[in-house]
């Protein structure tokens, strides 16, 4: 999508955000919580990529031969490319799923400098704080900038194979909008710098 000049000049950069739905679960409500997050970027105006690792699948990182696989390539272009990435995971055991680290583990060095947001699904509402390792890992690892501002939702909160509780919804919607924000900011202080 090219540049437009007026919003470069009003320092509202046009920036791309990957939402990458990281649950293998057939019936995730994480993959909810990644549509609902694209389809209130697309009201915004925003250019939204939707990834589904279940129709990209990953091979296991094996610390070798898996860096090569050519799905890791294409996963590791899109995030290189997109000036933010929203990783929607569903919450196992107090932390967010195996195939979200296994997606970290493979695309490394495509994180840095990157904004990131995430959008969770548990089954209760203890585990909340889960994110914050893997968020620690990230900003540790890669310097990416995290989002300050989460979604956590809990099964109460889907109906009918829809996000269907209007606080998540809001929380979805102010995710998106600072999730924006920062990338715009990012974009603004590298292009300086």
């Known amino acids: 999508m090219p540049n437009d000049p007026k919003q470069e000049r009003e320092g509202n950069q046009l920036v791309e955000i990957l939402v990458i739905s990281t649950s293998l679960n057939a019936a995730s ?6 549509r609902a997050a694209a389809e209130s970027l697309r009201g915004k105006g925003v250019s ?21 696989d050519p799905a890791v390539s294409d996963i590791e ?3 290189q490319r997109a000036a933010a990435v929203l990783i929607a995971a569903p919450v196992y055991n107090f932390d967010l799923s195996a195939a979200a680290k296994n997606l970290i583990e493979l695309t490394g060095s495509a994180w840095e400098d990157k904004v990131v947001g995430f959008l969770c699904s548990a089954g209760g509402r203890s585990s ?12 540790l690892d890669f310097r990416s900038v995290i989002v300050p501002r989460f979604v956590y939702a809990v099964k109460s909160d889907f109906q009918d194979g829809r996000v269907a509780s209007p606080e998540v919804l809001r929380r979805i919607d102010g995710l998106a909008d600072r999730t924006v924000q920062m990338a715009r900011a990012l974009a603004g202080a590298i292009s300086v710098s």
């Open 29 to 34: 409500r994480s993959r909810l919580l990644a």
């Open 48 to 68: 939204v990529r939707l990834l589904d690792l279940r129709e990209s699948p990953l091979p296991l990182c094996d610390g070798d031969a898996a860096y090569d």
């Open 77 to 79: 272009a899109a995030i």
């Open 128 to 139: 909340y704080m889960s994110v914050m390792s893997f968020a620690n890992s990230l900003m």
